[in-house]
T-cell receptor
């Protein structure tokens, strides 16, 4: 079983749609969770950290369910500019001074007019 | 400011060449990383430096040699590469946040082609 699993998509949605991505992780001791977005031929950019209480940033809402080892990202009112690959990222627990990221395979989103 | 810079943006090198990739950050982060990314795949971790010391080497071939001259700079020295080493090489840096997380910021990458 992969450490972090995502539905690779692709998701093709019209502008204005609401779309949700899911991600599961296998290490129950994982401590930090993120969503990154990556545009074609660009670097990954941090979209949101994901907190146990859930968090929202404008049209984006992230949720974490530790019991089910499940992370989600909801995008409301999709824009053309939201088209990208969305990477679910997990950091396992550990007393280190750095964070070793574990990436999902990424979910491709295309928003069309 | 969450900027990580990398040079060069593009690099074409022959299998007998020696070249270096450079990375710089001025955010005061004490952890820096090298990743390799192939098309349609997520980044793969290569090396981690923490407080200027090599903390992780993910069994990377010796033709890749990292160097951390100071807390702001990270280099990746390349020698006798193979065509399959062609990829996007990403540098990143991170610092532990007050919430105990490690938000990692990536540079724009160097697109390497080995001929």
């Amino acid at each position: 079983r992969k450490e972090v699993e995502q539905d690779p998509g692709p998701f093709n949605v019209p502008e204005g749609a609401t779309v949700a991505f899911n991600c599961t992780y296998s290490n129950s001791a994982s401590q930090s969770f993120f969503w990154y977005r990556q545009d074609c031929r660009k670097e990954p950019k941090l979209l949101m950290s994901v907190y146990s209480s859930g968090n929202e940033d404008g049209r984006f809402t992230a949720q974490l369910n530790r019991a089910s080892q499940y992370i989600s990202l909801l995008i409301r009112d999709s824009k053309l500019s939201d088209s990208a690959t969305y990477l679910c990222v997990v950091i396992p627990a550990g007393g280190t001074s750095y964070g070793k990221l574990t990436f999902g395979q990424g979910t491709i989103l295309t928003v069309h007019p | 400011d969450t900027e990580v810079t990398q040079t060069p943006k593009h690099l074409v090198m022959g299998m007998t060449n020696k070249k270096s990739l450079k990375c710089e950050q001025h955010m005061g982060h004490r952890a820096m990383y090298w990743y390799k990314q192939k098309a349609k795949k997520p980044p793969e971790l290569m090396f981690v430096y923490s407080y200027e010391k090599l903390s992780i080497n993910e069994s990377v071939p010796s033709r890749f040699s990292p160097e951390c001259p100071n807390s702001s700079l990270l280099n990746l020295h390349l020698h006798a590469l193979q065509p399959e080493d062609s990829a996007l090489y990403l540098c990143a840096s991170s610092q532990r946040t007050s919430g105990g997380s490690y938000e990692q910021y990536f540079g724009p990458g160097t697109r390497l082609t080995v001929t």
